[in-house]
């Protein structure tokens, strides 16, 4: 496999893609339950083993090499995508009741599916629900760690695509065209606001 970030990205997608796939074939048969799910998040790097310890060790390996001066606007378009991404970091892990406000409407659907360990109307198939409820069925649906879990899961989506942009621009136009079109995407407002809020 080549390890190349672009790679990287494409494998980080089949996974994930994969694993709501595994998660609805769980939740339809009525067995998202804690055990299942921590066998399955278990047993895949075990199973893929040659698989995970080749990125365990490309990452290792991995080297940033920055060749700006400090004034370089590329520099402070990097600065402002990471206090972006920090800061919508901190707007999620934020303490508040389950099912309060518009953020808590949203993560309802993943907990119910752990309460009720099976589909529930309204939840369709290979949706983000059942990779937002990896948080709630590994550690329980009344686990304030496992509801922050599923909002950082929801985060984690806007990283995704924030990469996927990133990297995307700068195979095609190269240079620091990446880190510019990565600011601008993440900057755009809604882009924004479910980033840190129902990212999907």
Same mark, same amino acid.
């Given at each position: 496999i080549?390890?190349?970030?672009?790679?990287?990205?494409?494998?980080?997608?089949?996974?994930? *893609?994969?694993?709501?796939?595994?998660?609805?074939?769980?939740?339809?048969?009525?067995?998202? $339950?804690?055990?299942?799910?921590?066998? @399955?998040? @278990?047993?895949?790097?075990?199973?893929?083993?040659?698989? $995970?310890? $080749?990125w365990l060790r490309a990452a290792v390996r991995e080297r940033w090499h920055v060749r700006e001066s400090f004034h370089a606007p590329a520099l402070l378009c990097v600065f402002l995508l990471f206090s972006y991404l920090a800061f919508n970091f901190l707007s999620v892990i934020r303490p508040f009741p389950i099912g309060w406000d518009d953020l808590g409407r949203y993560i309802n659907g993943p907990r119910?599916?752990?309460?009720?360990?099976?589909?529930?109307p309204g939840m369709l198939a290979m949706q983000w629900e059942y990779l937002t409820a990896l948080g709630f069925?590994?550690?329980?649906?009344?686990?304030?760690?496992?509801a922050t879990l599923a909002m950082e899961i929801?985060? @984690?989506?806007? =990283? =995704?695509?924030? =990469?996927?942009?990133?990297?995307? $621009?700068?195979?095609?136009?190269?240079?620091? *065209?990446?880190?510019?079109?990565?600011l601008f995407y993440y900057t755009l407002p809604m882009v924004g606001h479910f980033s840190f809020a129902d990212m999907k």
């Amino acid at each position: 496999i080549a390890e190349t970030p672009l790679a990287f990205i494409v494998s980080l997608g089949i996974g994930i *893609a994969g694993m709501i796939a595994l998660l609805w074939g769980l939740a339809i048969v009525g067995r998202a $339950t804690m055990l299942p799910v921590w066998i @399955l998040l @278990l047993g895949i790097p075990v199973v893929g083993f040659p698989l $995970t310890l $080749t990125w365990l060790r490309a990452a290792v390996r991995e080297r940033w090499h920055v060749r700006e001066s400090f004034h370089a606007p590329a520099l402070l378009c990097v600065f402002l995508l990471f206090s972006y991404l920090a800061f919508n970091f901190l707007s999620v892990i934020r303490p508040f009741p389950i099912g309060w406000d518009d953020l808590g409407r949203y993560i309802n659907g993943p907990r119910q599916l752990s309460v009720f360990h099976a589909i529930i109307p309204g939840m369709l198939a290979m949706q983000w629900e059942y990779l937002t409820a990896l948080g709630f069925l590994l550690f329980g649906y009344a686990s304030p760690f496992g509801a922050t879990l599923a909002m950082e899961i929801n985060w @984690l989506a806007g =990283l =995704l695509a924030l =990469l996927a942009v990133y990297l995307f $621009t700068k195979e095609v136009l190269g240079g620091n *065209a990446g880190v510019l079109a990565a600011l601008f995407y993440y900057t755009l407002p809604m882009v924004g606001h479910f980033s840190f809020a129902d990212m999907k």
